[in-house]
């Protein structure tokens, strides 16, 4: 990201500066490394419906500088004109993925930044906006970081630790949720091990969760989805973290499908299930999870593999994204602002009012 202070090796699956838009595209990783250029609202919209970059605060982050590439093209020189159509924009890419509420959240930031300033110039709000993008994108790496501090304390030495679909860098600006804790736990001397689940159908943690760990030499092995439960029975998982993609305000998660058989399966085996989430990931307008709207995608993603054929014509399908883990199968949520453990919607809400 233009402005801020890089480490070399970091993963960051988006880039911005001159006013172009790079992101890696994620559906061929890790067997190709390809960067694709962004110049408009729309085409950023397609890479967030297609995948191209999937991720709940990677979204929320490419979603804010779709924005600022549709604020740029408006041609107005009035303020509230602007704001009708920057409107427009912002309702259309928040529609590209209902699950992560980190979309919404930081496009809201976008539209609340231009509503506040309208007394302002159209030029002057387009540049104040190229700010606010980049500003959502930065912090989310810091606050990642943060998140790991907190985190870190619950994952002892010698942990051989569970994850599923891919809370990395790749899912963020950078550093990661699930994976920053990990990685924080590793830079304070921790000797751990990570077991990845594949992710079906979309493989997040076969082809990303897998590449990005390695990059860090950080001990991992793969397994399929349907082998968590066996690796608990025999004693080879310590503890489970996850990250998020929307939790609602008495602590119900929703995150990658099979999330949820992977709390049942740690409670069964009274191993601890951690989440990792920044507040952009909380909504406290939701009372409990059945609210949490769930993204079902194509039947292909699951009849075929790339060009391949799997299951027979015309078979039925249900693919849905995402599944809703209740809180008390949930034995901590690790925010920026600290780690909640029990009282949800007490704890939450305090870590959400800090902003
Ligand atoms: O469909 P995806 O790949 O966008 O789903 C991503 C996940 O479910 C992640 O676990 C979640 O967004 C946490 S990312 C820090």
Known sequence: MSGCQMDANTVRPIRFFNGTCQMLDQRLLPAEVVWHNYKDYQAVAEAIRNMVVRGAPAIGVAAAIGAWLGARDIETESSEEFFAEFTRICDLLVATRPTAV?????LERMKRFAHANLDRTVLELKIG?????????????QRN????RHGEGLIPDGARILTHCNAGALATAGYGTALGVIRTAVAAGKKVSVIVDETRPFLQGARLTTWELQKDKIPV??????????????GEIDCVIVGADRISANGDVANKIGTYTVAVLAKEHNIPFYVAAPISTIDL???DGSQIPIEERDAREITHFKDVQLAP??????????????????????????????SYRKNLAEFVSKG
């Open 129 to 141: 906006l190229e700010f606010e993008a980049l500003a959502i994108a930065q912090e989310d790496e």
């Open 221 to 234: 092995t793969l397994i399929c989805d349907n082998a968590a439960g066996y690796l608990m029975s025999q």
């Open 313 to 342: 014509e015309e078979i039925a399908v249900r693919n849905p994204a995402f599944d809703v883990t209740p809180n008390r199968l949930v034995t901590a949520i690790i925010t920026e602002h600290g780690v909640a453990q029990g």
């Open 102 to 106: 980190n979309l919404s959240w930081a």
């Open 285 to 287: 307008s939701l009372s």
């Open 145 to 148: 970081k943060k998140m790991g």
